[in-house]
């Protein structure tokens, strides 16, 4: 029988997806979500439809910041995927910040706190971001020992985040890998995330607002492969990782596949936003080596098949 696996930000993007995935290889899975407003409930319940008619599923609505000992204490966790935040970066400026901090950082030493109260607890995975590097000026793929300067508040929380866990792994004795995802993107994507604007943009014949000139960098990881680099760690490695797809490309090149699917649609370039970097580019040999994580989707394939899911979706 396999184990029972908790998983914070169950209804969001990632969360949903690696749900479904657990759910589909028998592990009994209990996950928090509090639907924070950073997009519609209505979304993330759609996220959550097929997980929520499994048996094996249990929704806990609850913001880990209230968090109690008897919500989980019976449940046998034996993982923690931690996978609930505040995310992006732009946002995180001026009065949003307490947002972040209260969902990136407080909502995780809470969640520690409580976990490290039961004794089933073997593994804590941490869903943390490659805006802990802050800008890669290198051209090169950056790796997993590459200085932390984030570049943005976001950045920060991340970052404190990835530290509360080594720091309560260490102390208390639990194994923990800490997971840097680089620019996630796929079916279920954030609405706030730059491809899901782009295409539903497209979509509506709207023009595409580019912040910068589109040649800034991105490792564009598919969903699935996040979800494959998420399992493969509840049973090795140990500490941090970078989890991306291991190529960098520049905005224009995916910009360019979303041109040919929708040939009329007109782009209309901006300054970069603060906190933008540059480029991000995930060096991934200690996850191959450690992980045994092998990202299969190249841009083409995975940029479509987002298409395509958005397509069914939504309509005008
Ligand atoms: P998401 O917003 O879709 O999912 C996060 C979920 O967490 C949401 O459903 C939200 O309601 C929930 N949540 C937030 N604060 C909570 C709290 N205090 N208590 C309970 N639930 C709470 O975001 P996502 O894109 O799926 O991101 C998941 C994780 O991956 C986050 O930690 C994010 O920082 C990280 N990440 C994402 C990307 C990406 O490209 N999507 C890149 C790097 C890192």
Known sequence: MQANVLITGCCGFIGSSLTDRLLANGYTVYGIDCFNDNYSKS??????????????????????????LDDISKLNIKYVIHLAAQPGVRDSWGPEFVKYVKNNIDATQRLLEIIIRCPSL??????????????????KPIPINFPTNPLS?????????????????????????????????????????????????????????????GTQKRDFTFIEDIVEGIVLSMNQGSGDYNLGRGKSIQLREALAIIQDYFPNIKIQFENPQRGDVKSTWADI?????????????????????????MKERISY
């Open 285 to 309: 040999s200690n996850s191959t080596l450690d992980l045994g994580y092998s990202p299969k989707v190249d841009i083409q394939e995975g940029l479509i098949r987002q298409i395509e899911w």
């Open 43 to 68: 979304i993330k319940l759609e996220n959550i439809k097929s997980a929520l008619s499994n048996s094996k599923f249990t929704l806990l609505e609850k913001d880990l910041n209230q968090l109690e």
């Open 153 to 213: 508040p976001y950045g920060v929380t991340k970052l404190t985040a990835e530290k509360l866990v080594k720091a309560y792994a260490m102390n208390y004795g639990f194994e923990y890998v800490n997971l840097r995802f680089f620019t996630v993107y796929g079916p279920r994507q954030r609405p706030d995330m730059a491809f899901s604007k782009f295409i539903k943009k497209a979509m509506a014949g709207e023009t595409l607002i580019i912040f910068g000139d």
């Open 122 to 139: 073997k593994r804590f995975i941490n869903g943390s971001s490659s805006s802990v590097y802050g800008d890669n000026n290198s051209d």
